[in-house]
């Protein structure tokens, strides 16, 4: 701690204590002076007092490389996030603009407090399909979603406060699978109005989706222009997709090869146009709907005016405000509304009801399986907590500027690691795309066809439905279909708020019910039968072990033999509670009527303690051979050195257990 002469050590604070309001220093640090504490105030040290802060560690080595390379991903990824952040405003509900105010402020916020250098936090499709479903915009304004974004936050970072990110595991890959699927789903169906140029109100749930659109279509409700100018701008963007994946194949098959530079040059510049083809499809869609504009031809429903301007710096209003028409996405006429303000922040609580608490939940888990794939795919380590923390801060700060709740984009992200971005500062770039967009260009979004958007939105979403994960389900682990199926159903018809919590309500059973029936793996040695646990050993187990004895006592008196000794093995389990105790204590009682004892073998430390403590003239040897050869000497009429025998068996329980110990 210290070096030659009493002297502290470069760099270090040792050991200070903020006792009663006063800074006390303990004994192996005295003789500390002022120089020191300024050289202690190093960025080494700034981490470890600032650990929610992963910028510290990036910062001090970013270079003019770094800095050449996040302007590329962050300026590809503002071309990307501004067609769909006012398409997917659409998709919670809310007029356009909104769209735009939720994509900058999580950028900025995750620059400072981000951990995954690859993720880019702002509006998705998931997330707004939430909102719609929670803040109901329709019904309550736009005042409820900024509200929810709010309540989002908050409970995000108290969540990283008391390190609650272990709960995401609790949400298998089948029940993602499943939301995600359903979800994506249930937005295409949403769009399908805007494709075909449906001009009446269509019920968001999707049975009542589907019935409503079709009906329509086949009343014949519907405009040629926006279908030609949807299924267009849907196979522009199919096509320019997949040429994206060719270029990325040429550039991987010749890695190795020398390629001239005018061919470089030239591939960059087919994947800059492929990569940014949302934006590039959007301005030509906008250029020739002015045009037909100009001339008076009407054949395209248009986004219409958009609010110009930075939005308000204010936090959220706790009321409602006027609704927003499903049809056109404006505040309705206050002329014609009664309902506007009529909600305080009690009420407002009260209508988000459970999506409060899974509306933040499905956010975390959307960023921390993006964060968690691209930091396997590019050998870095994402702490979930951290995460945790950043989409809270995220949520928070962007309330302030009216936005809806943020999480990860997984496109946006993608397209962010093939741009080769090297830090999270690539989000100011981004975040300075998005503002320009806001202050410049809204006077020209409102001649975007919604034609265009809904094309935008429906081939993003559709590649999110996974059919390959069940046939690999069939092949690998039938049972986990049921959690995929209870996910998928549950939120295609019983909404997306329910859908996804009946699903891990289903998988928390499973799993309870895998650890009340622990597998075993037992052997019968004459009259003796020794037995393994595989697992924990706890109150939901216990009653299994129990049967699971009965069961071997059964089998054995069938075959004209009594039981004379039950030698648990105890090597894989590390705990116990009282419940174990107590059924342990009743089944040696059972095991003496019938002239049999009950042995322990192979105790761990805190079993032995419980056990020893709760059992009385408890019989404990240090491993099964042991136990074994005493049994041998206490019981003389025991043949089981003569006979040994393996009893098998094909099915749970009795029947279900491992013939090997």
């Known amino acids: 701690m210290f070096s030659r002469g009493g002297r502290p050590s470069r760099g270090r604070y040792h050991n200070l204590s903020l006792v009663n309001g006063d800074m ?4 192996e640090s005295r003789g ?34 770094d800095l050449q390379s996040d302007f590329t991903a962050g300026l590809t990824v503002g071309l990307m996030v501004v067609p769909q ?88 890959a089948p029940v993602i699978s499943g939301f995600t699927s359903a979800a994506a789903i249930t937005i295409a169906m949403g769009q399908v109005k805007h494709v075909f140029g449906i001009k009446h109100h269509v019920p968001r749930p999707f049975l009542d989706c589907v019935n409503g659109t079709f009906s329509e279509i ?46 470089q040059y030239s591939r960059k510049f087919l994947w800059f146009i492929t990569t940014g083809r949302n934006a590039i499809l959007v301005t030509a869609a906008a250029l020739i709907a002015y045009a037909l504009e100009s001339k008076d031809q009407q054949y395209l429903t248009l986004a219409g005016e958009m609010k110009g301007g930075f939005p308000p710096i204010a936090p959220p209003a706790f009321h409602s405000s006027l609704p927003i028409n499903s ?26 009801d459970v999506g409060a608490i899974y509306v933040p939940l499905i956010g975390l888990l959307e960023l921390v399986a993006i964060a968690q794939a691209f930091a396997r795919q590019n050998n870095y380590v994402i702490d979930p907590n951290q995460e945790l923390f950043a989409i809270g801060v995220a949520n928070i700060l962007s309330c302030f500027f009216s936005s809806y709740p943020v999480t990860g984009s997984f496109s946006r992200t993608a397209v962010n690691a093939q741009s080769g971005v090297r830090t999270p500062a690539a989000g100011l770039v981004t975040a300075g795309i998005v503002l320009l967009a806001i202050g410049v260009l809204t006077p020209l979004f409102r001649y975007i066809p919604m ?18 994960i069940v046939l690999e389900l069939w092949r690998i682990k039938v049972a986990d279909l049921i959690p995929l199926f209870v996910s998928f159903f549950g939120t295609l018809f019983l909404g997306i708020e329910y859908g996804v919590l009946l699903a891990v309500v289903v998988n928390i059973m499973y799993i309870l019910y895998l650890q009340a029936r622990p597998h075993f793996s037992w052997r019968a040695t004459g009259d003796v ?52 105790v107590l059924t342990l204590k009743d089944l040696c009682d059972e095991l003496k009527r019938s002239d049999a004892l009950l042995a322990h073998a192979c105790m761990e430390a805190p079993v032995e303690k419980v056990l020893t403590v709760g059992l009385t003239n408890i019989q404990a040897y240090s491993s099964v051979e042991d136990a074994q050869t005493q049994l041998h000497v206490v019981n003389l009429t025991s043949d089981f050195r003569e006979t040994d025998r393996l009893i098998r068996s094909s099915g749970p329980g009795p029947s279900g257990l491992d013939d090997g110990l």
């Open 85 to 172: 952040a006012i398409a997917y405003a659409g998709i919670a509900g809310l007029p356009h603009e909104y769209g735009l105010y939720s994509s900058f402020m999580g950028c900025i916020a995750y620059f400072f407090v981000g951990s995954a250098k690859d993720v880019t936090l702002g509006p998705t499709a998931i997330m707004s399909l939430m909102v719609n479903s929670v803040a109901d915009p329709s019904r309550n304004g736009a005042n409820y979603a900024v509200a929810l974004t709010l309540v989002c936050g908050m409970i995000q970072l108290l969540m990283s406060m008391f390190r609650l990110g272990a709960l995401m595991s609790f949400i298998s």
């Open 327 to 352: 049809t056109n996405l404006k505040p309705c006429n206050p002329a014609i509304c009664s309902n506007a303000n009529r909600t305080g922040l009690g009420d407002m609580l009260a209508d988000f």
């Open 529 to 580: 039968v020794a037995l393994r646990l595989h697992g924990g050993m706890d109150f939901p187990s216990i009653s299994y072990l129990r049967q699971v004895i009965r069961g071997i006592q059964s089998d054995m008196a069938k075959e004209d033999m009594a039981l004379s000794a039950v030698i648990i093995d105890w090597t894989c389990v590390m705990d116990v509670d009282y419940t174990v």
């Open 451 to 468: 034609a265009a958007l809904s094309a935008i939105i429906i081939t993003a979403v559709l590649g999110m439905v996974n059919l390959r």
């Open 218 to 263: 086949f009343h014949g409700d519907i405009r040629g222009g926006d279908i030609a100018m949807g299924l267009s701008c849907m196979l522009v963007v199919m096509l320019l997709k997949h040429f994206k994946t060719v270029v990325m194949k040429w550039d991987e098959n010749e890695k190795d090869k020398p390629i001239a530079r005018h061919v």
């Open 24 to 27: 006390s220093i303990s004994k």
């Open 32 to 65: 500390l002076t002022a120089q020191g504490v300024r050289k202690s105030l190093t960025v080494k040290n700034l981490r470890e007092w600032l650990p929610g802060f992963p910028i510290l560690r990036w910062l001090p080595r970013y270079s003019l490389f």
